[in-house]
């Protein structure tokens, strides 16, 4: 049949309509023109870039030390989509950090006028939540006691405490004498005028927790080394990355200094004094064979807040009977100081036991270990960037009461350096002066 040369034309248009249908409804098929695929690819290949990108933006931190507060600061910015290099010369609670030995207490009592019961009551909460995602016991609620001194004016620090419990949302129990002695008859309770208890207290694992963290981080895709970072001035001129002990070069968009006892050595100009490290005494007795009276299970945490501070945690772990004097020691060098306990310490200790748990009047000392506080002037924490550099921070003055904060500590810091929050001024260096 032969066809006209209109007819021809009229189906050539259609057919190149019947292809743009169709390619618009299969854009990937057959029908697809050369330049839709061009067109797509050049799509993608933008995408893939733009994302490429994104990844190479992702602020990286630097955490210098793996602490109670660097190891939970490092955690905190990696969950908040940093990326994080943490870095500690001798491990998370090795024997010369401020983090290191077995137990620590965690508690709410904190006096009038502060924001540390409050954050006590937020860690608790965080450390708990760990415990659950870790599958491990870090917190032991055994619950803490605080003998209150008998005399006018003596109990200024625990009635202060009180409201801020409430406030916090901490349960608590104020005792007689009467009542502590029906309840703890293993304790002499001479020269106590009453006392607080806080069931939700009790005590941390320390240097276990602090591998626990650095193990989370880890596996959450932190980047860990184990290297000192050369202890030169940071205060002065500039510089683009911390030498490391290995010879390398770590650089990174923000800094954390989270380095304890050594902070002031990093930063003489900033820091310098104004973290002390103090020689700190502790010691580990064992209680009477089958005699379960000092143990966590019939003995809580407690404080004795006379004269001297003085505190313990019950057998745990096998390990005895924990006592120490809060009182800070002479100045310290954490890194060649001796730490074999004084003669002068075990005594006063040994007195002191023989008052107060009769009990343990002649028994014999397990272990004992010297370790090192490092506190602020004011004993509270240092938070704050450096004066000089908007991208290094540095945390310290934590020791007597800053481990059970870990977790909070972290929270707090993360936002700082990731989301520009505002810092409580009580932790600012300004409050120091010049």
């Known amino acids: 049949m032969p066809f006209s040369r209109r007819w021809l034309m009229k189906f050539a248009a259609a057919a190149i309509g019947w292809a743009s249908t169709l390619a618009g409804w299969f854009p990937f098929s057959k029908f697809a023109s050369a330049n839709m695929l061009k067109q797509a690819g050049s799509e993608t290949q933008a995408k893939g870039t733009q994302a490429k990108g994104k990844m190479q933006t992702k602020t990286h931190v ?7 507060f660097g190891g939970w600061t490092a955690l905190y910015l990696l969950r908040h989509g940093a990326r994080v290099t943490l870095v500690d010369p001798c491990g998370p609670g090795n024997a010369r950090a401020s983090s290191g030995g077995e137990t620590r207490v965690i508690r709410g009592t904190y006096g009038p006028n502060q924001p540390y019961t409050k954050m006590a009551a937020r860690a608790t909460h965080l450390w708990k939540e760990n415990e659950r995602r870790w599958n491990l016991k870090l917190l032991h609620q055994i619950g803490v006691l605080w003998m209150v001194s008998a005399g006018k004016d003596n109990d200024h620090f625990e009635r202060g405490s009180l409201p801020m419990l409430r406030e916090a949302g901490i349960p608590y129990q104020e005792l007689s004498v009467q009542e502590m002695a029906s309840r703890w008859p293993q304790i002499n309770l001479e020269a106590v005028h009453w006392g607080i208890y806080e069931p939700e207290g009790g005590f941390l694992t320390a240097r276990v927790a602090c591998q626990a963290v650095l193990d989370g981080f880890l596996a959450e895709g932190g980047e860990y080394q184990q290297l000192a ?80 501070f003085m505190y313990g945690i ?37 007195d002191y036991i023989g008052f107060r748990f009769p009990a343990l009047k002649d028994a014999p000392l397990l272990e004992s270990r010297v370790c090192q506080y490092e506190d602020s002037p004011d004993n509270n924490f240092i938070i704050d960037h450096h004066p000089r550099y908007e991208n290094v921070w540095l945390m310290g003055g934590g020791s007597g009461h800053g481990f059970k904060h870990g977790p909070a500590m972290g929270e707090i810091v993360a936002g700082l350096v990731l989301e520009h929050k505002d810092l409580d001024a009580l932790f600012r260096l300004g409050r120091f002066g010049k």
């Open 62 to 68: 630097a955490v210098i030390g793996a602490g109670a």
């Open 229 to 308: 970072v050369a202890m030169r001035d940071l205060d002065g001129g500039h510089w683009d990355g911390l030498s490391l002990s290995d010879g390398s070069k770590l650089q990174a968009d923000q800094y954390v200094f989270a380095c304890g006892p050594w902070l002031g050595k990093l930063f003489p100009e900033t820091i310098g004094n104004r973290i002390r490290a103090t020689r700190q005494e502790v010691f580990f007795f064992g209680t009477p064979a089958g005699d379960q009276r000092f143990s966590e299970a019939k003995l809580p945490v407690w404080a004795d807040h006379r004269d001297k």
């Open 314 to 350: 019950p057998g745990s772990q096998g390990r005895g009977f924990k006592i120490a004097d809060d009182t800070r020691g002479p100045e310290f060098d954490p890194t060649s100081g001796d730490r074999a306990v004084s003669a002068e310490g075990l005594k006063s200790v040994r």
